[in-house]
C-alpha cells in the first residue's frame, strides 16, 4: 500500500487491508488501495489530514467518500494493519473490495458516529459486516456508568 511510513509493525500494508491510525481522542480508519493509497470517509468540512477532530464529526449526518495517500492521511501519526473481524467474518475477495471501496469514491455517504462512522465503513467493504468495536466499547461504558448511578440513586434514595 505505501513506502517509506510511520508503520509500527513494518509490515506494508496489502490492498483491502484496514488501517487504523490512533488520534488523539479516537481512531480513524481507512482501507489499504493500491498504489500508496487508502479509501476512507470523512465529513464535508474537514480535511482528512491528522487534524481531524471527531468532534466535529458528531455534529455531521453525511461523509464524503475519499481516495487519498496514506501518507497524507496519517500525517504526523502512527497507523496500524487491523483487520479487526478477520477471526469472526471471513474478508471478501480482494478484487470485490476494491472494486466496491473505488465505486464509492466521491461518494457522499450517511454518517452518525455511532452507527455510520469510518470503522463501519471499512469494516463493511471488507467483511460485509459493519461494525465498529470503538462504539461497543463507548456503550458498554456507558451501560455501566449508567446502572452505577441507578445504584448510588436508589441506595440514597432508600436510606
Known amino acids: 500500500c505505501c513506502q517509506g511510513n510511520t508503520n509500527s509493525l ?5 490492498p483491502g487491508d484496514l488501517i487504523e ?53 496519517v500525517g504526523t501519526d502512527d497507523y496500524r494493519i487491523h483487520n479487526v473481524l478477520d477471526k469472526q467474518h471471513a474478508p471478501l475477495p480482494i478484487s470485490h473490495i476494491l472494486q466496491k471501496a473505488e465505486s464509492l469514491v466521491g461518494m457522499v455517504v450517511p454518517y452518525n458516529v455511532l452507527t455510520d462512522n469510518c470503522e463501519h465503513f471499512v469494516t463493511g467493504l471488507r467483511n460485509g459486516v459493519q461494525q465498529s468495536h470503538k462504539v461497543y ?5 456507558i451501560s455501566i456508568v449508567v446502572f452505577l448511578l441507578a445504584v448510588f440513586y436508589l441506595a440514597f434514595t432508600i436510606a
Open 10 to 14: 513494518a509490515v506494508e500494508p496489502k
Open 21 to 73: 491510525i490512533p488520534r488523539p481522542s479516537y481512531q480513524h480508519w481507512a482501507i489499504c488501495s493500491e498504489e500508496g493509497n487508502v479509501i476512507h470517509i470523512v465529513p464535508p468540512s474537514e480535511n482528512a489530514d491528522a487534524g481531524v477532530s471527531s468532534v466535529k464529526s458528531v455534529l455531521h449526518n453525511k461523509a464524503i467518500v475519499k481516495k487519498e495517500k496514506l501518507l497524507d492521511v
Open 137 to 141: 466499547t463507548l456503550l458498554g461504558f
